[in-house]
C-alpha cells in the first residue's frame, strides 16, 4: 500500500502561514494525493487533492514536488477554526478491478496559538 | 442541504446484541463508504458500495454486514455486537468511485460496547 509519512504534531500562530508537508515516496504515477481535516469530535473533511500540479481553493494551497515524492499543504493564514488533525492520504488505484481505496493514517494534529 | 446524515449518534450496546447504523446523504452520489475510527488512530474502512445495488469489504469487514437500501442510503448492521467494536462509525460518499473523487463524511456515531 502507498503510505505517507507526517510529522504527530505541529504549532503555528494565529493569522501566520502553516505548512503542512507530506511524504510519499512510494508515490504512483496515477495515485492522486488528498488531503481532508478532522475538527474535534467531528467527521473527516475534505480540504484539497491534486495529481500533479499545484492547486488552490478557497481552504488552502497543495504543492506537489516536482518529483511527486512529497507535497505540502499551506494554509494562507491560520485561524484558531483551522485546529484540526490534517491528513495526508494517496488514493491507490488498483489496476484491473476499477477500484481505490483511501487509507487514513494518524495525520498531524495542528495547534494555533492565539 | 444536510449532507451526510447518520443516526444515531451515539450507542451502548451490551455484548451480543444487535444493531443497525443508519446513514443516508442528499448530494445525489452514487458511492458510499463506511470507517471505524478507534482512538489515536486513522480511519479504517469497513465496507463500501460503489453503486446502487453493488456492496464489498473493505479493509475491516468482519462483524459487520451492510445494506445499500437505495442510491440515498447505506445502513451498517452488527449481529452480534463486541467490546472490540467499540468505536466511532463515520459514513462517507463521494460522487463517483473514482480516485479524484472526495469524500463528504457524516459526524459519526459513537458506538460503546460493554
Known amino acids: 500500500d502507498a503510505k505517507t509519512t507526517q510529522p504527530n504534531s505541529m504549532e503555528s500562530n494565529e493569522e501566520e502561514p502553516v505548512h503542512l508537508p507530506c511524504n510519499h515516496s512510494?508515490?504512483?504515477?496515477?495515485?492522486?494525493i488528498h488531503w481532508y481535516r478532522q475538527l474535534p469530535s467531528q467527521g473527516p473533511e475534505y480540504v484539497i487533492h491534486?495529481?500533479?500540479s499545484n492547486v488552490n481553493n478557497r481552504m488552502a494551497s497543495l504543492a506537489i514536488a516536482e518529483d511527486r515524492k512529497s507535497s505540502t499543504l499551506i494554509l494562507h493564514r491560520a485561524t484558531l477554526r483551522d485546529a484540526a488533525v490534517y491528513y495526508c492520504?494517496?488514493?491507490?488505484?488498483?489496476?484491473?478491478?476499477?477500484?481505490?481505496?483511501?487509507?487514513f493514517g494518524k495525520g498531524t494534529k495542528l495547534s494555533v496559538i492565539p | 442541504n444536510a449532507g451526510v446524515t447518520q443516526t444515531p449518534k451515539f450507542q451502548v450496546l451490551k455484548t451480543g446484541q444487535s444493531m443497525t447504523l443508519q446513514c443516508a446523504q442528499d448530494?445525489?452520489?452514487?458511492?458510499m463508504y463506511w470507517y471505524r475510527q478507534d482512538p489515536g488512530m486513522g480511519l479504517r474502512l469497513i465496507y463500501y458500495?460503489?453503486?446502487?445495488?453493488?456492496?464489498d469489504k473493505g479493509e475491516v469487514p468482519n462483524g459487520y454486514n451492510v445494506s445499500r437500501l437505495n442510491k440515498r442510503e447505506f445502513s451498517l448492521r452488527l449481529e452480534s455486537a463486541a467490546p472490540s467494536q467499540t468505536s466511532v462509525y463515520f459514513c462517507?460518499?463521494?460522487?463517483?468511485?473514482?480516485?479524484?473523487?472526495?469524500?463528504?463524511f457524516g459526524n459519526g456515531t459513537r458506538l460503546t460496547v460493554t
Open positions: 492520504i494517496l488514493s491507490r488505484s488498483y489496476s484491473g478491478a476499477g477500484s481505490y481505496q483511501l487509507t
Open positions: 491534486g495529481l500533479t
Open positions: 448530494m445525489n452520489h452514487n458511492s
Open positions: 512510494t508515490i504512483s504515477g496515477t495515485d492522486y
Open positions: 458500495s460503489a453503486s446502487e445495488g453493488t456492496t
Open positions: 462517507a460518499s463521494s460522487e463517483e468511485y473514482v480516485t479524484n473523487s472526495p469524500l463528504h
